[in-house]
């Protein structure tokens, strides 16, 4: 263990800090460029939402595929090599992505966009875990967040500058410039270490044969879903429930309150990343987080006939409060052993990020089925996954200063 390093501002933490980066303005660069590219390729109407709905939930199947792939081929031929193959498969769809002429070609590049990825966050959390003492690696994970999420702001950026067909090729060109810096990044001793051990690595159903196990794998999951609720239903969608069920005096951006939500987003990985560390604890620090996002969620449901200068700052808010994101994958890592680590801090996120189709195309209509009210069924999903994050966070066990170098067996 003694090759473990203390200093926080290493090679790995800013080669994951900038995937991150790559990873964050991807995901919301698709938010912000949703209906300027879907009226070029001739939609309109109401038809804006529900592409926008089939684009995203395709993007989001590559990620729950990719993060199941490349979390399994992590633990069986190391973080780096997940590193590197899923870098240059999301950079080449997002240039593809630029000249697309149809809907089918879309959902095609949005489709391996995503399953590029979905490797990113995940593997390089798991090497970060793995390089850092157990007392600075939290220090590493809040860099991580606080400068990926920031690939938001630069997606807005380069949003209002340049057509959002030059946005996709900005991002296809990052990620090919980031491989060059991945070259003067190591593989951890955790996983030099397991190479030469005879143990199953990278079985994922060995997540499924053990009770315990499984259901501390589904608390790591619902931990997450609350922050891609707000995400991928109340922030993709701002601009529509603002104007048709809150009736926000002026009209809202969602491209606006993408880039206010992720400046939240980027301070809240800041604060609770700190907060971690200050209190020697990641769940308290999850308990504030959640406290924070319940109150700004019902915030967002009660601010009817508000101000769209008070609908931004609850947009602000929710991503001060939803930015505990970086801590929810530290822990995810943190559960499990080196045999399976990256399996599971590659596919928990991928996983929660996957949840915004269960949510979109079952939760929410079955909810209205039941109620007979959109609105009323998205406050009701909000609670129910809002509760089991809740729940959850209860049950797992502390992990801040857990020693890393076990194996699952």
């Known amino acids: 263990m ?37 009226k070029a390729l001739g939609f309109s109407g109401d ?38 193959f899923t870098i240059l498969l999301y950079s080449l769809a997002n240039i593809a992505n630029a000249y697309v002429i149809n809907i089918t070609q879309y959902a095609t590049t949005r ?43 630069f997606g807005y950026t380069i949003n209002k500058s340049f057509s959002w067909s030059v946005a996709y090729l900005v991002g296809g060109i990052q990620g090919l410039l980031l491989l060059i810096l991945r070259i003067y990044v190591s593989e951890s001793g955790m996983f030099s270490k397991l190479k030469a051990q005879e143990v199953s690595k990278g079985n994922f159903f060995m997540l499924f044969t053990n009770t315990e196990r499984f259901f501390k794998y589904l608390y790591c999951i619902l931990l ?35 880039m206010f939500h992720y400046i939240g987003a980027s301070l809240g990985s800041l604060l609770w990343g700190l907060v971690s560390q200050w209190l020697h604890s990641r769940k308290k620090s999850l308990w504030l987080a959640l406290s924070v996002l319940i109150v700004f969620v019902t915030a967002y ?4 006939g508000a101000s769209p200068s008070l609908f931004y700052g609850i947009v602000f808010m929710l991503g001060i409060a939803q930015g505990y994101w970086i801590i929810f994958v530290t822990v995810s890592s943190e559960q499990f052993g080196t045999n399976l680590r990256a399996t599971v801090t590659t596919t928990a996120p991928n ?59």
């Open 2 to 38: 003694s090759n473990l390093t203390t200093r926080t501002l290493n090679i790995i933490v800013i080669v994951a800090a900038l995937g991150y980066f790559v990873d964050i303005y991807d995901l919301t660069l698709f938010n912000i460029v949703r209906v300027p590219s879907l």
């Open 47 to 84: 038809e804006l939402t529900i592409q926008g709905k089939f684009l995203q939930n395709m993007q989001m199947l590559g990620m729950v595929i990719g993060g199941i792939i490349w979390g399994i081929l992590g633990d069986k031929k190391g973080r780096l090599s997940v590193l590197f």
């Open 111 to 153: 489709f391996f966009a995503g399953l590029g990825l979905a490797g990113e966050l995940g593997a390089g959390i798991t090497l970060i875990s793995e390089v850092m003492t157990k007392e600075t690696r939290g220090n590493g994970t809040t860099i991580v967040g606080l400068v990926g999420i920031l690939g938001a702001v």
């Open 224 to 258: 997450g879903i609350p922050v891609w609720y707000v995400i991928g239903v109340l922030i993709t969608f701002s601009s529509e429930y603002a104007s048709k069920n809150l009736h926000i005096t002026g009209p809202i951006d969602s491209s606006e309150a993408v």
């Open 301 to 304: 449901f009660c601010c009817y």
């Open 351 to 409: 996983f929660v990020r996957g949840s915004v189709i269960l949510i979109t195309g079952v939760v929410i209509p079955f909810a209205t089925y039941l109620c007979g009210n959109e609105w009323h069924a998205t406050i009701y999903t909000g609670i129910l996954f809002i509760g089991l994050s809740l729940f959850s966070l209860y049950k797992l066990k502390e992990t801040y200063g857990k020693d890393l170098d076990y194996l699952e067996k």
